[in-house]
C-alpha cells in the first residue's frame, strides 16, 4: 500500500488529527484508523524540550491491549522533518516497524515509542497537549471508552502562556475541520 518514495506512519499521540499533522508535514496523507494490537497508550514519554509527559506507544505484550492509531501516507523528503519534532534519537524517542490492520489489510508501519531512558511515570502532560490527543482520537471516531479514558488523563496547565495559547487556538479549530479547509488555521 506505500508507493515509491513513502513510507506508512501510524500516528497514536498528537498527529492523530490531521490539521495537527498537516501543519508539521504538509504532504501526509490519511489513509485510515487502525489497530495496534498488544500495545497500550500510556503518558509517560519524558520531554526534554518541555519538561512534560508526552504520549507513547507501550508495548505491554497483553491481549487486550489495544492502541488506536491513523495510518498516514508520508513522503521520503518530510520524514525527517517529523523525526526532529518528535525527538527521535536524543530526543527520547525510538523508531518501531509493526503491522497493523488497515481497512481488513495488514500494513507494515512505523512508529515512534519512548526510548526507556525517557520514561517517567511521575510527570504529567501539559492540558494542551493532553487535549490534541483528545480531539484527535474524537475526530477519528475510536470507541468512546478509549477517548474517554484519554480526556481524563491528569494533566497540567503549562506555565508558557504563549505556548499554551498556541496550541488553544489549535484546539479551537480541531472539532470544525475539515479535509476541504486544508492545513492552514484560519
Not at 505484550?61 to 525527517?80: Q, S
Not at 512505523?110 to 525517557?118: G, K, Q, T, V
Request: proline share 6%; charged share 25%.
Amino acid at each position: 500500500m506505500s508507493e515509491r518514495g513513502t513510507r506508512l506512519y501510524f500516528a497514536y499521540g498528537s498527529n492523530l488529527h490531521p490539521l495537527r499533522l498537516g501543519l508539521r508535514t504538509p504532504a501526509c496523507e490519511p489513509l485510515g484508523t487502525a489497530r495496534l494490537d498488544g500495545y497500550r497508550l500510556c503518558f509517560h514519554k519524558r520531554s526534554d524540550g518541555d519538561s512534560s509527559a508526552k504520549a507513547d506507544a507501550w508495548r505491554s505484550g497483553a491481549a487486550d491491549d489495544v492502541l488506536h492509531g491513523v495510518v498516514y501516507r508520508m513522503h521520503d523528503d518530510e520524514i525527517p522533518v517529523l523525526d526532529g519534532i518528535e525527538g527521535l534519537g536524543a530526543g527520547g524517542y525510538e523508531l518501531r516497524t509493526e503491522n497493523v490492520r488497515l481497512a481488513g489489510e495488514p500494513v507494515c508501519v512505523f512508529l515512534y515509542a519512548a526510548r526507556d531512558s525517557h520514561i517517567d511515570t511521575a510527570l504529567r502532560p501539559y492540558t494542551w497537549y493532553r487535549d490534541l490527543v483528545w480531539r484527535g482520537a474524537s475526530w477519528q471516531g475510536f470507541p468512546s471508552t478509549y477517548v474517554d479514558a484519554i480526556r481524563t488523563v491528569p494533566a497540567v496547565v503549562d506555565a508558557d502562556v504563549h505556548r499554551h495559547a498556541d496550541n488553544e487556538r489549535l484546539l479551537n479549530v480541531m472539532p470544525h475541520w475539515q479535509p476541504q479547509h486544508g492545513y492552514r488555521l484560519p
